[in-house]
């Protein structure tokens, strides 16, 4: 069974029902290299297709936000040079309570971080409503929020990576989208607060598939958004 082999035919749920299957035997030497093979397949067809998808958002004047103060606002912002070390201060800060799912590492290694809410500041007509367009906060940010906790606070840490689709909205709304903090070593983790109740790869596996939104059911009778998915989906890789 090669599953890299498999997963570049197109098997991709089979190949992660398999990496799933294996549980912590996944980081064992003799399966490890394989199953880091397909991490890095699948994250690297993530920052393909957000390549896409925000030029594709450019070209028909997405309002993204483009007066960008902080990196958290950036639509797009590839990996730092100092990824590993700020991975390593994050699993410092967390090993008390338990694990980063490998997902998400490799997530700020290839990918870097993402911002593609509607900037409502600069024009409060949001067209697609609802759609939940994909934010996953910098790993910098990240970390410095969580040192920012006290010890009192250590046991309700969640990996907040994102807005709900309300906030995106400017609309007062529910928790923020967390990865969760495993007790074991994992290669995937829960994507808390998702309606959908997602792991991490299965939310950018829906996201993906929908052009940059995890919602596209309450939008795609939208002409525009529509024809946006339409166009853009056959030019994705699946993951």
Known sequence: MNLLDNYLKGDYYYVYDEIEKMGDRAFEPYFFPTVEAVLIETFNRVSYNLDIIYA????????????????????????????EDLLLKLDNVVKKIGHIPL???MFYKIVGSCNFA??????????????????ITPVKDLLSGLIGLSD????????????????????????????????????????????????????????????????????????????????????????
Not at 164 to 180: A, M, Q, R, T, W
Not at 204 to 215: A, D, Q
């Open 118 to 135: 509607w900037d409502y500041n600069e024009n409060p007509n949001i067209p697609w409503e609802g759609a939940d367009p994909i934010q």
């Open 103 to 105: 997902s998400l590492k």
């Open 56 to 83: 594709e958002l450019t070209k028909i004047d997405y309002c993204f936000n483009r007066r960008t103060k902080y990196d958290f606002q950036r639509p797009l912002l590839k990996p730092s040079p100092d990824a």
């Open 152 to 239: 009192e606070e250590d046991e309700f840490i969640q990996l907040c990576v994102s807005a709900d689709f309300l906030h995106k909205d400017n609309i007062s709304g529910g928790p923020p989208y967390c990865v969760e903090i495993t007790p074991n070593l994992s290669i995937d983790g829960l994507f808390l607060n998702h309606e959908d109740g997602t792991t991490f790869i299965d939310y950018l596996r829906l996201t993906m598939g929908n052009c940059g939104f995890s919602r596209p059911d309450v939008c795609i009778h939208i002409d525009d958004f529509a024809r946006f998915q339409e166009s853009v989906r056959p030019k994705l890789y699946g993951i």
